[in-house]
Each structure stands twice: as C-alpha cells, then as structure tokens.
C-alpha cells in the first residue's frame, strides 16, 4: 500500500490518500489497515493526519474517480468516522492522483469529476493553476437535477429550537456535502467578531456541548465527527464572520463542506445564514463572503426557478489552492508496519 499526503490551504491537518484498489473492501478488515496507518504515521511524527481518502478510477462513464472519505478520531489510533465527507480532502485526492498517475496530469482549465461514495455528491475539480509543489482549484458541487432548496433542511424547517442548558437555542440544521449546525454567535456569548476569533475555550465548550445537545434532541451518534458546528455574525450585506470546529480543535477557516452549507443555507429565507447575511438586500449577487481567523473564503451558489420553486444547482468555491506533500512506502527491509518519505 502507497500512501500519498497532500494539504489544502485552510485546514487543519493534511489528507492521508490511497488507491483504494490495493484495500480491502469489508469494513473490519480496512479499518485494520486503517489503524496500521495511523500508528505507522505516528512512528513519523505525523500523528497529526487525521483525514483519509480512498479513491480509484471511477467505475461509473460519468466520473474520473470514486472517492471514499473516513475520518480518523483523535481519542484512539483505531477510532474512525466512515459517514459524511471532505471537500478539502477531495481536492487533496484528486491533486495525489494526478500526481500519481491515477488520472492525467493537471493543467490549468482541466476538470476532474469526482463520484463521492459516502454520500452521493458529484464534485467537479476545476484547476485554475498548477506548478510543481501543487494546484489551485475551484471547486464544484453538484445538484443533478436541481434540488429544492427547502430539502437541505435537515429538520423541514429554517430554524429549529434545541433545548440547551435550561434555555432554548435557535439553530439551523443544514446538509449539503455535509450536515451542519449553525447558531447565532451571540447565543453562546460572542457578540462581536473579536469575541468570535478569539482562542476562547468557554466558547469552544459550548459549541461542543450544543453540538451534543442537537444530536440528542435528533436522536443521532454522539461518538462521531458529525454534523458539524459553526458559530455567525452578520459582517456586512452578503458577507458572515464564521468559527467552525474541526477534529479535535478549532478550524483555521471553514471547511469546504461548511462553505457549501453556508451558500445552500443563505439561499434558504428564514435560516439563520440567510438572516445573518443581509443576502436579501442584494438579491442579484449570488456571491457569499465568509471571513474566519485563518482566511476569507468566497462561495455562489447557483439557483434556478422562482418564488414557491427555488432549486438550487450547483455550489462554487474558488481559489482553494492544495500542495502535494510526497509519497510514502512501506520500508522494504522491516517486518514491522513502517513508513519512508520517499519526497518532501
């Protein structure tokens, strides 16, 4: 088994990519493979890859590649989160396969259309620019046909009240890629941008505690990765101040998942990114600016149809840019699991 690592701008740690052929296919045995991995990394110092990616050619004529995403949890080596996705990370795997030879080299314009296994997203990778260290992408994500916007309401509803610590919270519970929680940043005590960028734990418990709170008011898994959390503040017309939480810290940005979320969301009236966003005072830009400590991120999302049939299309988020890190081997001579870097 090779194992490629490569990193896009704005997360929290570098994406883990295999060729999915050389796995095996039962659940119990590629975890075990898995855990072999995490622990050989570890040895490297590299115990901080906590993303991986399992692709191939694609089997389906419409797609370049089929790609499985599991999330590594941080409280043990063989603790892993098979449901949701990663957009960083499919950027991630579609730079390592092309430099890999999986599919053809990237050069500017391309685009490489990914089948994403976990939960059936189609995500086109367009590359904007490439050298040798890596590529700057535009990302993609796909409604095929449009879907109503009202179906990414996880609930049916704009905003849902969840009973959290003797009061009730207003959040909105949104899935596109991925399911997200979003909440109002001043119902957790941040009242201003400074107050939300801050590295404050007070603000990072109670995130996570609403997090538990919305899972159990749902009845879902507590133990894993989703749905994910992010705290708003209106910054301007079209434009949110966000803090997002990865696994296991806080997010240096958003996830590429949560821009789809924030995008899809605004265009839903009555939740709370489209409250927050001032979205209704410029109804002819489809344009969201999301600004979070790390970075500001720009995401549109393309709507069809009118009043009582909104549908949305597709989801862009531009200028995401990915470095390719290097290639690992199993070293030759060991009959212990370990791991050379064969390119820096």
Request: net charge negative; aromatic share 6%; hydrophobic share 40%.
């Amino acid at each position: 088994m090779t194992v490629s690592l490569a990193r896009a701008h704005g997360t929290p740690c570098p994406t883990a990519v295999m060729d999915a052929r050389t796995l095996p296919d039962s659940e119990p045995e590629l975890l075990a493979r898995l855990t072999e991995l995490r622990t050989a990394l570890a040895d490297q110092g590299a115990s901080d890859v906590l993303k991986n990616a399992l692709v191939q050619p694609s089997r389906h004529p419409l797609f370049d590649l089929d790609y499985r995403f599991v999330q590594s949890m941080p409280d043990r080596l063989d603790s892993f989160d098979l449901r949701g996705s990663c957009g960083h990370s499919i950027l991630a795997a579609v730079e390592a396969a092309a430099r890999t030879g999986m599919i053809q080299p990237l050069v500017a314009g391309c685009r490489v259309r990914v089948n994403v296994l976990n939960n059936g997203d189609n995500v086109v990778c367009e590359a904007e620019e490439t050298d040798d260290g890596g590529t700057r992408f535009t990302a993609h994500f796909l409604c095929s046909p449009p879907r109503p916007v009202n179906e990414l309401l996880i609930t049916g509803e704009p905003v849902t009240g969840i009973p959290f610590e003797g009061r009730t919270v207003p959040v909105s519970l949104v899935s596109m890629g991925n399911p997200y929680l979003f909440v109002h940043a001043a119902e957790l005590g941040a009242h201003t941008v400074e107050d939300l960028f801050a590295d404050d734990l007070v603000l990072f418990d109670r995130m996570k505690r609403l997090r538990l709170a919305v899972c159990r008011a749902q009845g879902w898994d507590t133990t894993g990765a989703f749905p994910k959390v992010a705290a708003l503040l209106p910054d301007g017309p079209g434009a949110l101040a966000v803090r997002a939480i990865s696994v296991p810290s806080w997010h240096p940005t958003v996830a590429l998942t949560g821009a789809t979320c924030l995008a899809a969301g605004s265009a839903v009236e009555g939740t709370i990114p489209y409250l927050l966003s001032g979205v209704s005072e410029q109804p002819d830009n489809d344009m969201l600016s999301l600004r979070t400590p790390g970075a500001t991120v720009r995401a549109s999302a393309r709507i069809a149809g009118g009043p009582g049939d909104r549908r949305l299309a597709w989801i862009s988020v531009a200028e995401k840019q990915v470095d390719y890190r290097g290639l690992f081997l199993p070293a030759p001579t060991s009959e212990e699991l370990s791991w050379l870097p064969l390119t820096a």
